[in-house]
């Protein structure tokens, strides 16, 4: 293994924040919460040293209109956050729907609603997949279960965000952000090597062209109404070509986690055979994040005891794998969604499910986490072992 090849234990937050750096992010505006403040403090550490802009700002709000304006240039521009905060950034996040600026948005989640508490949560996924601000519009959602994917996926979405102009919110758990793992870096990309923007703003004394003018108002309803809809069908392209998921025993053979785009995972690196073929396993686990993690662990117990469990955890939650799933769900078998809030990606799976097998749900909240034990007694509870 080389040098460039060797693990480091980093914090999640300190992974994205680095991951956010080789990516080619040249300009960082936030403001401190908890539990993401480690991701700030790595960004005022080391943006400098690199000769990119770093701005602490008065406050959410102001970071990440900070933000919209340096995206508006063309530079890759990122903001983090964690619940509340993220809650005064809706506007901002909702203007560069609007105007199609690609950003990244990095929501350390923790428990509410209001202030809460500190200790993680999932409470925030309706507000991540449904918009969160007015209007129509969707952002890219991508869930990390590891401080590996969380680098990752970090890079991951800067690309992303670049290819379809649109928003791009990593949403980690309180717990990914904290935790220590180790972790391969992805590479370090040149700034000279990222794509060019012709629709940004500046530039037009070299380019010797037109000024852009980038906005998300218009106030002649049928142009307005047509810009829409065009956005919506690029939506609809995301929806086809950048479903990500993992699946284990539940009739896939691959873990499309990343793309490969990243370090450490990507196309092909997982399987779906491991343990059980979908049609073996008594029950489907679907969880993301922390609880992808945990009913990991009570597969583990179930398999002491002779029961056969699948998982399958969406990466994307916007978009989500409905397809992915409903594939999953076509041999009637229950699946127990297991989430850190009273109930919100299991609305999902139902829809993605379409009444064909029993949806079942675990949810624990105020910043508790499930155990695996409490996950394999629910598993023994609905299969009546």
Not at 147 to 162: M, P, R
Not at 239 to 253: H, L
Not at 261 to 277: E, M, N, P, V
Request: hydrophobic letters at 40%; proline letters at 5%; aromatic letters at 6%.
């Amino acid at each position: 293994m080389s040098v460039a090849e060797e693990k480091k234990l980093m914090k999640g937050n300190e992974a994205m924040a680095e991951a956010a750096l080789r990516a080619g992010c040249r300009a960082y505006f936030g403001y401190p919460i908890t539990p993401q403040n480690e991701l700030i403090a790595y960004m005022a550490r080391h943006m400098l040293e690199r000769g990119r802009v770093f701005i602490q700002a008065e406050s959410e709000i102001a970071a990440v209109n900070m933000v919209y304006g340096a995206a508006s240039t063309g530079a890759r521009a990122m903001t983090s956050s964690s619940s509340p905060g993220i809650s005064l950034k809706q506007e901002g996040i909702s203007y560069a729907a609007g105007a199609d600026m690609p950003i990244v948005v990095a929501n350390v989640v923790r428990a509410g609603p209001g202030l809460g508490a500190i200790a993680p949560s999932q409470g925030d996924y309706f507000q991540s997949t449904r918009g969160g601000g007015h209007g129509d519009y969707y952002c890219i959602v991508l869930a990390p279960k590891s401080v590996q994917e969380a680098a990752d996926l970090t890079y991951l979405a800067f690309d992303l965000a670049d290819k379809w102009r649109v928003p791009v919110i990593l949403q980690a758990d309180g717990m990914i952000g904290q935790m220590m793992e180790g972790v391969v870096l992805p590479p370090e990309r040149p700034l000279d090597s990222l794509p060019k923007k012709d629709w940004a703003v500046g530039g037009m004394e070299a380019s010797r062209r037109e000024p852009n003018h980038i906005t998300s108002i218009d106030l002649v309803p049928e142009s307005f109404e047509k810009k829409i809809r065009a956005r919506f069908e690029r939506y609809a392209k995301i929806k086809a070509e950048e479903v990500r998921f993992e699946s284990v025993s539940c009739g896939y053979d691959e873990m499309d986690v990343s793309g490969g785009t990243g370090a450490g995972t990507g196309t092909g690196t997982g399987t779906g055979k491991a343990g059980c073929s979908a049609e073996d396993a008594e029950l489907v686990l679907v969880a993301y994040g922390t609880s992808a993690r945990v009913c990991l662990g009570a597969r583990k117990l179930a398999e002491k005891e002779g029961i056969k469990l699948g998982l399958f955890r969406p990466v994307t939650l916007w978009p989500f794998p409905e397809k992915e799933l409903a594939r999953v769900s076509a041999n009637g078998k229950p699946m127990l969604v297991v989430e850190m809030s009273m109930g919100q990606m299991v609305e999902d799976v139902k829809l993605s499910t379409l009444g064909k097998c029993p949806v079942h749900f675990l949810g624990r909240v105020g910043g508790v986490i499930p155990t695996e034990e409490e996950v394999f007694a629910e598993v023994r509870r609905i299969l009546g072992r």
